[in-house]
């Protein structure tokens, strides 16, 4: 065919199948301009860096049945073979490290998604609070990280989501929370003293009581400069 001077499109368009025309001895390029897919070609006998010089992307070779493994060992690289349509957790099946992936730029969420990989995991390979926070980790998952409360402060959580998971009051006032801030936690009025608020602050945001103060640990005088009358604390058995 090729001796009559006939090119792979002429083949084509005068009704020859796409796997004859691919089996007829024309180079590459010849092919392509005919429109022979790529399926048809990896059947050819075509290897991929082949088809990669003549302008098939990783999208096309995937398409076109190439293995991912036989992608790989022909050096393309993880960003390539994401951007051409491959998962994340096909990634990792094929033996690629989160460590990998995340140099490559895959984001902490696409990869929490895919593997299942904790909070600790992707820290360990440089994944910061903020990209762990907005890839979708819980403040629970995020926890055993070891993050510091004034750096869950800075991506959002509040006072009382910390003081779920344990952080004391003490701790959350210097991460930098107001009492106003801790208003909705739960910790008892020994603990806000414990931390260091005065008598004033907790009975100006908490509207707590002279007696709810006395119980909580603090002095008469303190009590008396929050501006209770002397009465009041003599009423509580407290000298002023």
Known sequence: MQAARYSAADLRAGGYKKEEVAE???????????????QVLRHAGFSIEKLVENG?????????????EDLIACGIGARQLYDG??????????????LHLHEAGIS???LRIAGRISAVELHAIGCGLSELYEGGYTLAQLHPVGFAPDEFRTVGFKAI????????????????????DMASCSFTVDQFREAGFS????????????????????????????????YALKALGMLV
Do not use: C, W
């Open 108 to 110: 902490a969420k696409e």
């Open 199 to 230: 008598a004033k602050e907790l009975h100006e945001a908490l509207k707590l009581t002279a007696k709810e103060l006395k119980d909580g640990g603090f002095a008469a005088a303190e009590i008396k400069a929050v501006g209770f009358k002397p």
């Open 24 to 38: 007829a001895g024309y180079a590459l390029p010849d092919l392509v301009f005919a429109g022979i897919p790529v």
């Open 56 to 68: 098939f992307k990783v999208a096309d070779l995937r398409m076109g049945g190439y293995p991912i």
């Open 161 to 180: 989501d910390l003081e779920e998971v344990g952080f004391s009051a003490t701790q959350l006032r210097g991460a930098g929370f107001t009492i106003q």
């Open 85 to 98: 349509g491959f998962k994340v957790r096909q990634l990792l099946s094929a033996n690629f490290t989160t």
